[in-house]
């Protein structure tokens, strides 16, 4: 009898702390909880999904999503665009995928660009339609849009632009030339965060720590959560030792958490189309971790490592996971990203995978 009653207490203990078994069916309907952000951005998935991409786990296919959650991925990173050229990253292509990203139980982490293509620090252009608003109109505009998102896909995370090291939006939202108007505009996106959507947390982002420190100082009365950084060798340099003293100097002197937002690294020199790959030398590597499946994954954890290990850090993104050659071989259509994608040349999911193990 007693056996039978400590069986029955432990299995209610069971449905009232929500430890059910999850069979990844896309069932769950709440995001991980873990706190630790082991994160990807599949901004792409769609569109290699719409060409008939077929990604796999092994020999046999499997939704990359539920590859990367079974992986121990909790948050899923999208990009999204105002009104882009061909419907790829804009608002229904985004809701649709951070519907399944939720239903599988994983976290949705909104890139918000602000523009209708790629926003970073050598372009921060605003959507063709804004062009032409005097400032009360742009903001007004912005605050409007972001309200959109924030009712119809419901980010856990939401990033107030994408790499803004010198502000978003331009000419208005430029930061060295037009600080008071930077700021005006950020701080009213993140004030409509907070009163409509108060348990999403808000970042800021940067790319690499060279200026970071003066970026984090100009914002330093703005209303938000995570510190975010990319960190890619080829641009912001080789050495760990540094981007771990750097996270902890910024996440220490804000009181912020810090997520390194985008990172990757090659598993091959090769190429998969001809289209030149952003990452094809020998130079550009860091010696310690060669361009080979192994080097990938011990170079992702190395990167974990350096986020784990100071106070402050609160996880890691992969950016271009799941950017493999699915469009032809021509130098215009194919990937410049494919030998640092976390799928292969066969779309066989690659051993970094074992890097975000909870």
């Known amino acids: 009898m007693k056996i039978k009653i400590y069986i029955t207490m432990f299995c209610l203990a069971l449905a009232f702390t929500g430890c059910g078994s999850d069979d990844g069916s896309g069932n769950s309907p709440q995001p991980a909880m873990d706190e630790f952000i082991r994160g990807v951005d599949m901004s792409f998935l769609p569109e290699a999904e719409q060409e008939g991409t077929a990604y796999k786990n092994g020999n046999a296919t499997q939704d990359a999503l539920l590859t990367l959650k079974n992986a121990g991925v909790n948050t899923i990173r999208i990009r999204i665009w105002k009104n882009p050229a061909n419907a790829h990253s804009g608002f229904q292509e985004v809701k649709v995928l951070a519907q399944r990203v939720h239903s599988m139980g994983m976290k949705v982490w909104l890139t918000v660009h602000y523009s209708d293509t790629w926003a970073d620090p050598s372009a921060q ?105 990319s960190y890619y060798p080829i641009w912001h340099g080789k050495d760990l030792t540094a981007l771990q003293n750097s996270i902890s100097t910024l996440g220490e002197a804000h009181n912020k958490k810090v997520i390194i937002a985008e990172t990757s690294y090659p598993f091959t020199l090769e190429w998969n189309d001809w289209t030149n790959n952003v990452v094809g030398l020998e130079s550009q590597l860091i010696p310690a971790y060669p361009a080979t499946a192994a080097g990938q994954k011990d170079f992702l954890l190395a990167v974990r490592n350096v986020v784990e290990n100071s106070t402050v850090g609160a996880g890691f993104c992969y950016w271009g996971a ?37």
């Open 125 to 229: 252009q605003k959507p063709q339609a804004w062009v032409g608003f005097n400032l009360a109109q742009l903001r007004d505009a912005a605050v409007t849009y972001t309200n959109e998102i924030l009712l119809g896909i419901q980010p856990d995370i939401i990033q107030i632009g994408n790499e803004t090291n010198d502000g978003f939006m331009y000419p208005e939202g430029n930061l060295s030339s037009n600080e008071s108007q930077y700021l005006q505009l950020v701080n009213a996106i993140s004030a409509t965060i907070r009163a409509n959507a108060p348990d999403t947390k808000i970042m800021l982002h940067h790319a690499g720590t060279q200026g970071a420190e003066w970026f984090f100082d100009k914002t330093a009365n703005v209303d938000y959560d995570y510190i975010g950084l």
């Open 322 to 358: 799941e950017w493999v050659s699915f469009k032809g071989q021509q130098a215009t259509d194919g990937s410049t990203w494919e030998n640092q994608a976390l799928w292969d040349f066969n779309v066989k999911a690659l051993p970094a995978l074992d890097a975000f193990n909870e």
